[in-house]
């Protein structure tokens, strides 16, 4: 497992009972005070299935199946944890904003929030544009659900337009293919998904304080923060 150390300094002060949503073989090294219980769409025979460049052994056990754009999270109730982890997902669902929201909903006061999103300028999305914040916003007033082909047209666009290239035939089967797989719907690079969880939490009236941050530029990765839910 990777050592990232601007995300061991946030872990290493975790304590009481945790969740993390989408740990798949990349899971949070916490203190033995703290105690993780994974959640995912898919278990780990399936998530084998579908990602066979990843060991199957690394795979955490799943504890939680559900899917987040579905109203997955809400089998837990409000303030239910200590700390919530949720790395590399934000970039996948359907509902950016809704994601958001529950993660401090079942976080309870004074608990922490684990968010991050992979920085586009250092990863395979730096081709692609930026996810506008209006367009998150529509789609969270419209309770959105799903990520319509178009997402996934970007994608291929952006990172394999080989995909584009063949005969249009393959089109569908390779679309179903990229959706199963949850490829990255949503794109941000640091200062755009900084300001994404800025504006998120005051237009849905959450209160929380930032105690750590750690920019792309910083770990060659990702945006990665850690909040406090105020009462």
Known sequence: MQSRPHRDKVYADLSGRGLEIGAFHEPAVVPAVASVEYFDALDATRAAELFPEIP??????????????????????????????????????????KLVRELFRITRP???VVLSAPDKDYTYDRARPLTPYDHLWTDYRR???????????????????????????????NLQRVRERREHAHV????????????????????????????????????????????
């Open 56 to 97: 199957a052994e690394s795979l955490v056990t799943v504890d939680h199946l559900g899917d987040i754009d579905h109203d997955g999270l809400e089998m837990f109730a409000a303030g239910e944890f200590d700390f919530v982890i949720c790395n590399h997902v934000i970039e996948h669902v359907a509902n950016p904003i």
């Open 110 to 112: 004074g608990g922490t």
């Open 143 to 173: 309770n959105v659900t799903t990520n319509d082909d178009e997402h996934y047209m970007d994608f291929f666009r952006g990172v394999a337009p080989h995909v584009l290239e063949v005969d249009p035939v393959h089109l569908p089967y």
């Open 188 to 231: 941000w690079d640091s200062t755009s998904f900084a300001a994404f969880l800025t504006t998120s939490l005051q237009r849905l009236e959450i209160r929380a304080t930032q105690f750590a941050e750690s920019l792309g530029s910083a770990n060659g990765l990702e945006y990665f923060g850690a909040w406090q839910k105020l009462p």
